[in-house]
Nanobody, 124 residues
Framework: QVQLVESGGGLVQAGGSLRLSCAASGRTFSSYTMAWFRQAPGKERDFVAAIVWSGRSTRYADSVKGRFTISRDNGKNTVYLQMNSLKPDATAVYYC?????????????????WGRGTQVTVSG
C-alpha cells in the first residue's frame, strides 16, 4: 500500500491558476497509476486526470481538457496537477488516488489508495 498526501489547494479567482501536489510514501511509487478526482458538496466524486507510471500516457476529463495538466516526478514520489483558466465549477475537494495498473482508469473503484483531499475554491 501507498500513503498519499495532497497539498496546494486554496482560494483563487476565476481565470487564475493553481498547482496541486500529491506526495506518496510507504510502497513503490513508480509502479502505480496515479489520478486526480474531485468532489463538490452534494455531488459524486468525478474523475479529473490520470497518468501511468512512466508518465507517457495521460487521460483527462472533457471538462478540464486543454486547461489542466497532470504530471509526475518518480524521483520525488510526487504527482502534480497544474490547473489553468480555473472556473467556479472547479470548486471542490481534490483527491489524489493510486492503483497498481498500467491503464489510466476513470472509475474511482479502480483505485485502492486515496489521500484525504485538499480544498480548491474558485471565486467568480
Amino acid at each position: 500500500q501507498v500513503q498519499l498526501v495532497e497539498s496546494g489547494g486554496g482560494l483563487v479567482q476565476a481565470g487564475g491558476s493553481l498547482r496541486l501536489s500529491c506526495a506518496a510514501s510507504g510502497r513503490t511509487f513508480s509502479s502505480y497509476t496515479m489520478a486526480w478526482f474531485r468532489q463538490a458538496p452534494g455531488k459524486e466524486r468525478d474523475f479529473v486526470a490520470a497518468i501511468v507510471w512512466s508518465g507517457r500516457s495521460t487521460r483527462y476529463a472533457d471538462s478540464v481538457k486543454g486547461r489542466f495538466t497532470i504530471s509526475r516526478d518518480n524521483g520525488k514520489n510526487t504527482v502534480y496537477l497544474q490547473m489553468n483558466s480555473l472556473k467556479p465549477d472547479a470548486t471542490a475537494v481534490y483527491y489524489c488516488a493510486a492503483a497498481q495498473s498500467g491503464t489510466t482508469a476513470q472509475l474511482p473503484t479502480a483505485y485502492n489508495n486515496w489521500g484525504r483531499g485538499t480544498q480548491v475554491t474558485v471565486s467568480g
